[in-house]
């Protein structure tokens, strides 16, 4: 879902379907058009806040894409460095990436981790991808950044409430897409949901408890 929303950005696939159903192909004088910038991902900086088991799945598609990979997270696991790989501080991810991808849980700490500081610090070529917990992000703040232009876009599958009020100011934000929680919806992940959960009921039952919360 991630890569979904950041191709879409990139590509702008639904936008360009929808001017050729109108006509926009039939009626130019080429064998092609385009009416966004398209942008390729290859060479392009990845930077992953929240580098758990999610955060460095979405590295490892990154970098079947030519992407280099850096990553925040405040309790770093053994991921070693590699050439297309570095470990970050927030502030320098911030700076460099072309793609900031959320993949972090929902704390103190992380809430509005993105916000009009944080923003500002970013490229002005830059998009921003939110598919874990819509309180990461500042959400008027975003919008304000969009809207002036301060980054180039946002793809986002969860909001701060949901559903959303008709008010909230991404919905009309500049080059915003927003799709409704989503990421877990697949068949064959809801499936998955649900095997997980008769296993952990049946290795209750079994006096052999399996992802424990203490």
């Known amino acids: 879902m991630t890569f979904a929303l950041l191709l879409e950005l990139c590509h702008h696939v639904q936008n360009h379907s929808d001017a050729v159903k109108s006509g926009a192909w039939s009626?130019?004088?080429?064998?092609?058009?385009?009416?966004?910038?398209?942008?390729?991902?290859?060479?392009?900086?990845?930077?992953?806040?929240?580098?758990?088991?999610?955060?460095?799945?979405?590295?490892?598609?990154?970098?079947?894409?030519?992407?280099?990979?850096?990553?925040?997270?405040r309790n770093k696991n053994n991921q070693p460095e590699s050439a297309n790989f570095k470990w970050?501080?927030?502030?320098?991810?911030?700076?460099?990436?072309?793609?900031?991808?959320?993949?972090?849980?929902?704390?103190?700490?992380?809430?509005?981790?993105?916000?009009?500081?944080?923003?500002?610090?970013?490229?002005?070529?830059?998009?921003?991808?939110?598919?874990?917990?819509?309180?990461?992000?500042a959400e008027e703040d975003l919008a304000q950044a969009l809207n002036d232009e301060l980054i180039a876009g946002a793809a986002l599958d969860v909001l701060s409430v949901e559903p959303p009020s008709n008010d909230n100011p991404l919905m009309k934000a500049k080059n915003c897409i927003i799709t409704p929680h989503i990421s877990w919806a697949t068949r064959e992940a809801r499936e998955k949901l649900m095997h997980i959960a008769v296993g952990n009921v049946k290795a209750f039952i079994n006096s052999e408890p399996v992802n424990v919360v203490v």
């Open 88 to 137: 970050s501080d927030l502030e320098y991810l911030l700076m460099e990436s072309d793609v900031i991808s959320l993949h972090c849980p929902l704390f103190a700490e992380t809430k509005e981790i993105i916000n009009k500081s944080t923003l500002r610090k970013m490229k002005k070529t830059a998009f921003i991808i939110n598919t874990s917990r819509g309180p990461l992000i």
């Open 27 to 73: 009626q130019g004088k080429d064998f092609c058009f385009w009416n966004h910038p398209l942008k390729e991902l290859d060479g392009k900086t990845l930077g992953v806040i929240g580098f758990g088991r999610i955060g460095q799945q979405v590295a490892k598609i990154a970098a079947a894409f030519g992407m280099k990979v850096i990553a925040f997270d």
